[in-house]
């Protein structure tokens, strides 16, 4: 991170308090095509509770009792992967800064270094403020769960926080996946040094166009911008593919029970060209990514995707013409209460990068007063200065 960490403790595995079930879980081919990606998240409390990393530490080994896959390890054997159940735990580290929250703007950085790669599926650091306030960083293997899930999973970390534990099931359903049909695996991909932004879209610019376009969304309307803004600063080829593709939520679609963590997501690709991206009317990519959008139904989950990947859509998503969005918005990442109250601040991460990515709509941001945070890592040093530029002229 861009601060100074005066006292670190070295890590600790945080095992479920009681035994669990032990054993192997099969993986869906959801979770199988997102085995090699991680994704880090840093939650941002301004209001002090009694011995942070100590109160999140208890209330970690308690969530494990029921979330209890997420202490175990990847298990390779047999041509097949799976979930061992071991209880191994969570890795957990406990640090200190001398600086206050505000000394460095609620994480409001131009860079986020934070991240770390580890054999358990979950790693945590608690790192303590002089002000008081504290930042939880957690870094996930994609493979145990998405990010609706982690939300779910670490308010039920707050919930043992705060004494109120709730029990929680974990059953899989399996989710045909998008990603097959790539040329190549996300896990093959080079990793990209792809500029960090940490910008806000107006609300000015998102409420004129939510009034010229009345049913659509803030999160389409965000999600188009970032999209014309960046293919207007790369300058790409004008008959060049430039698919978006944003990730979907099927919770509701595949039947899944309430309480589970695991990945429920799908993606679905907007399909056009970057010279249309570049020069096209904002309601009109919005019209777009809405029409994608209702394409998700349960008897067509993937149906309408397959139908539109053609062989030159395919290439594109392994390239830096297309862009890839993953809203956190509205998934309960803001309800995180370990007993001093919500979030200042949700900031994303990725440890490696191999596609241009952004997350759209982030919850809990300093921002919120002045528009829709977002936090982009889709564009390299080359083109940032134009995509910033862009992203100024949105009002």
Known sequence: MMFAVTKSSSSALVAPWKPTPTGDLPLTS?????????????????HPIHEPAETIRHALSRALVHYYPIAGRVSVGDDDVKISCTGDGVAFFAAAASCDLRDVRFLDVDDIDGSCHSDPLMTMQVTEFACGGYVLGVTTNHVI???FGLAQF???????????????????????QLLPAMPRSPSTLKHVDFAYTDRTIPWSFINRVKAEFMSCTVFEVVAAAIWQCR????????????PLVFTANVRKHVGAKDGYYGNCVTSQVVAATSGAVASSAIVDLVKLIKD????????????????????EIADALCGYDALFVSSWGGIGLDGVDFGGGKPARVVPNME???VPFCWPCLPCSKKD????????CCVTQV??????SQLDRLR
Do not use: C
């Not at 959801?30 to 301004?46: A, I």
């Not at 670490?154 to 045909?176: F, K, M, N, W």
């Open 352 to 354: 490696r990068t191999v």
């Open 383 to 388: 083109h940032v200065d134009e995509f910033h």
């Open 30 to 46: 959801t979770d199988k095509s997102r085995l090699f990606l991680y994704f880090t998240s840093f939650h941002v409390f301004e």
């Open 292 to 311: 994608a959008k209702e394409r998700l139904t349960t008897s067509t989950l993937l149906a309408a995707e397959q139908a539109i990947m053609t062989e």
């Open 154 to 176: 670490l308010q039920a970390v707050g919930e043992h926080a705060r004494g109120v534990p709730s029990p929680h099931d974990a059953s899989l359903p399996d989710i045909p």
């Open 369 to 376: 007063h002045h528009g829709s945070n977002v936090i982009a």
């Open 145 to 147: 769960a998405d990010a």
């Open 231 to 242: 293919a207007r600063a790369i300058g790409a080829a004008h008959d060049a593919q430039a």
